[in-house]
């Protein structure tokens, strides 16, 4: 077909605007989409909403919120005295003799805890977790507060983590 009958073949719809696409009205769309980021937006309207720190989030974090199961990393401080990770405070109801199953580690992210940590300090102590597109409103059931305030970066894991969004 040559250019024109492929015109024609985009029927026209009821209300008269073509039912076709062209590039370049989709490449405008992405970009109209794209302008909605929160990267995108913040550095445009800074001295109007509320302060903000944007933090990258690396590869390996990314896959570990995509993943099934919730383990959070430790907040880096010390267990207190005469406690152990391994302490059971139950009856041990919920584990099983002589099970050899390997306990899932915690996932690592040091450099990111400690930047979340300094971007909690440099908000005033607590701040507000949102990704690029969307917040873990979802979540907030899963924190203590039940709220999105976060004033450690195993808050905001755990939020980001239990998130759907």
């Not at 919120?65 to 207190?80: A, F, Q, T, V, Y």
């Not at 979540?139 to 905001?156: F, G, N």
Request: charged fraction near 25%; hydrophobic fraction near 30%.
């Amino acid at each position: 077909p040559t250019q024109t009958e492929s015109k024609e073949e985009h029927q026209k719809v009821d209300d008269g605007t073509s039912s076709s696409c062209s590039d370049e009205t989709f490449f405008e769309t992405v970009e109209s989409v794209n302008a909605c980021q929160f990267t995108s937006w913040y550095p445009l309207f800074r001295e109007y909403t509320f302060k903000s720190h944007v933090i990258p989030l690396p590869d390996p974090f990314v896959a570990y919120l995509r993943s099934d199961g919730i383990h959070l990393p430790r907040d880096g401080e010390d267990l207190p005295k005469g406690e152990t990770e391994d302490d059971d405070d139950s009856d041990g109801a919920w584990s099983t003799a002589g099970d050899d199953a390997p306990t899932a580690q915690p996932p690592q992210f040091p450099e990111l805890e400690k930047e979340i940590s300094d971007t909690i300090e440099m908000l005033g102590g607590s701040a507000f977790p949102k990704l690029n597109w969307s917040s873990p409103k979802d979540a907030a059931w899963i924190c203590a507060t039940h709220t999105l305030k976060c004033e450690s970066p195993t808050d905001v894991m755990l939020l980001l983590k239990g998130s759907d969004m």
